[in-house]
């Protein structure tokens, strides 16, 4: 009789913090066979992912040192900050993955840390929301100066959504990260204002939703690829629309939000912008003259 092929075991992880979006990341570890602990300051969001199979920990201690991977996934780099540092030792090591929403320098700032007290780190940005963990089109970027440390988790990370490596700068994938974001709050900033007027006229979001939707995704479509060509050749001439009209058309909409009695706080910051462009010479280039405007001399 031939001797039945064992599974390879799936490696052991923790996931500290079980907000949104950790009890997502931990359920989906739990889904993909690895055995799981889990600890959250609130112990009793512990709950569900126990009925589940995971292992809660009293401490957060005991759980960094149940695995050789920790995922930790809190509100902000100074939640993290201040519950790892008294666990440093704990922590010594083993790998440290941060997927918590910050910026580059505080990404740097905890790798800097880490390698103090011999923690291997490696920093993360998620490109989904909860629902969409373990789903196609979810992402998470990473990076870190060990990257041989990020290929040998990266079976366990794949468990959570699609990985994405983008360098040894420890702060890049927050960089990464909010540029990303950043378009999306730009879109959500531009729906919101639609809605809010549209709306001053009793006109149902409903019934407006498909036309911004189409016009949203037809014009990044066009946009996004657009805007990237004309940075990386230095050709910011245009047959579409240029800085000079749309500096000119502005003042029709920051004018219609106040006689349709909505702010216009999210678009005001936008006419200066223009200004500046036709004042320095850009009023035939298009709008992908902009990115080059925002940078601070
Ligand atoms: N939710 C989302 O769609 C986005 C998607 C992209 C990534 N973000 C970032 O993920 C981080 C966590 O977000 P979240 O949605 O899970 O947030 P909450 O549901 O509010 O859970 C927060 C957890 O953080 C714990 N926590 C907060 N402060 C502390 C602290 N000082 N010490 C220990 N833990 C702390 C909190 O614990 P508790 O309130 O339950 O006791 C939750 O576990 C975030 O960076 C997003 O930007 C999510």
Not at 1 to 23: D, E, H, I
Not at 219 to 239: F, I, N, R, Y
């Amino acid at each position: 009789m031939s001797a039945r092929p064992t599974q390879p075991a799936q490696s052991p992880v923790t996931v500290l913090g079980l907000g949104l979006m950790g009890t997502a990341l931990a359920s989906a570890l739990l889904k993909a066979g690895h055995p799981t602990t889990v600890w959250n300051r609130t112990a009793a969001k512990t709950g569900p992912l126990a009925a589940q199979g995971a292992t809660p920990a009293d401490t957060a201690r005991d759980a960094v040192t149940a695995s050789p991977l920790t995922i930790v996934c809190l509100t902000t780099n100074e939640n993290v900050r201040a519950l790892l540092a008294p666990e440093a030792t704990a922590l010594a090591g083993r790998t440290l993955v941060n997927l918590t929403n910050g910026s580059p320098s505080q990404a740097r700032e905890l790798a800097q840390w880490a390698a103090e007290h011999g923690i291997t780190y490696i920093d993360g940005g998620i490109m989904a929301v909860p629902q969409m963990i373990a789903t196609p089109g979810a992402y998470i970027l990473y990076s870190g100066t060990d990257e041989a440390a990020y290929e040998t988790h990266r079976p366990t990370l794949r468990a959570l959504a699609d990985t994405r490596w983008v360098g040894k700068d420890p702060g890049l994938a927050a960089l990464y990260d909010l540029s990303l974001l950043t378009g999306m709050y730009g879109m959500v900033m531009g729906v919101a204002q639609a809605y809010a007027l549209i709306g001053t006229e009793g006109i149902a979001a409903r019934e407006f939703a498909p036309l911004l939707g189409d016009f949203v995704v037809a014009m990044t479509q066009s946009l996004v690829p657009g805007t990237a060509e004309a940075l990386d050749t230095g050709q910011h001439l245009t047959d579409v629309s240029s800085l000079a009209v749309n500096q000119a058309a502005l003042p029709n909409f920051l004018s219609a939000y106040a006689e349709q009695g909505i702010s216009g706080a999210l678009f005001e910051p936008l006419q200066a912008v223009l200004d500046r462009a036709i004042a320095e010479g850009y009023a035939a280039d298009g709008l992908s003259r902009l990115p080059e405007l925002l940078k601070q001399s």
